[in-house]
């Protein structure tokens, strides 16, 4: 795996072991914890960008092999106790997280791109949870895709295991874009730029809030919201957002 930070705050991780198609091992898992941990802690980063340098495939899901490994159960329970911690990480990470999916996203690495904020993808790419055709099951991805796509379309791609386009994942909610192969580093590095320029204060507010009431019943969601946005008050970046939009200017965030 890569990783590396840009001087304009964007953290960039790549998976970067095309023999396994980047096959989601306890190894990886562990690194991605890693990364997104350090990311987390880094106070330069403003954003995180997800990749891969596979050409063709961003991750093809869990690791069939691991499944198979003559190895203690409860061995196997704790390597797949990786899965939610990382979502959860991601979730909780307090900056936004973007997708770059350059390469065919498959079983539990969609529920990876969907643990991410934003998706941008490559013309071509293909999405799916084949685990079924293999006698396998994407039991620690369901909660993410139940979360993101309509139900009945849900079941229809973990029941028959079949692959969808980019603009199918787009059209489901996904994908948020999808360009073509000559444009898409120029996207990913324009949404990432874009994200890394907010307040960084802000951003972390914002996004603690998107993951906290996301299953909160109405009025305790509402209720939740008014205090966050009460705290948003207190901050210099509020105040500073709205002056620079009175006077015309760019903001200049203190992240205070």
Not at 92 to 104: F, I, R, S, T, Y
Not at 164 to 178: F, T
Not at 201 to 211: I, N
Request: proline share 4%; with cysteine; glycine share 8%.
């Amino acid at each position: 795996m890569r990783y590396d930070v840009a001087d304009s705050g964007v953290a960039t991780i790549l998976l970067d072991q095309p023999d396994t198609r980047n096959a989601l091992s306890d190894a990886l898992l562990a690194d991605l914890v890693g990364a997104f941990t350090e990311a987390r802690d880094d106070e330069r980063v403003r954003c995180v960008v997800l990749g891969s340098t596979h050409e063709k495939v961003f991750s093809a899901g869990g690791n069939l092999a691991g499944f198979a490994a003559e190895a203690p159960l409860v061995h196997k329970h704790w390597g797949i106790a990786k899965f939610p911690a990382l979502f959860t990480l991601i979730g909780e990470l307090g900056k936004p997280v973007l997708c770059a999916a350059g390469g065919h996203v498959l079983a539990g690495a969609l529920g990876l791109a969907l643990a991410c904020d934003l998706v941008v993808a490559k013309d071509g790419v293909r999405f799916g949870t084949p685990e079924i055709n293999v006698g396998v099951f994407p039991f620690m991805i369901m909660a993410l895709i139940y979360r993101n796509v309509p139900r009945k379309k849900v079941n229809e791609l973990l029941l028959l295991g079949e692959q969808i386009s980019a603009q199918e994942a787009e059209r489901l909610g996904i994908v948020n874009r999808v360009v073509p192969a000559e444009e898409f580093d120029a996207a990913v590095s324009e949404w990432a730029q874009k994200l890394a320029a907010k307040s960084p204060v802000m951003m972390r507010l914002g996004k603690d809030a998107m993951y906290r009431q996301q299953d909160l019943g109405l009025e305790d969601a509402l209720a939740y919201l008014q205090s966050q946005l009460t705290i948003a008050f207190s901050t210099d970046d509020i105040q500073e957002g709205v002056q620079a939009f009175f006077e015309k200017r760019e903001p200049r965030w203190t992240g205070r």
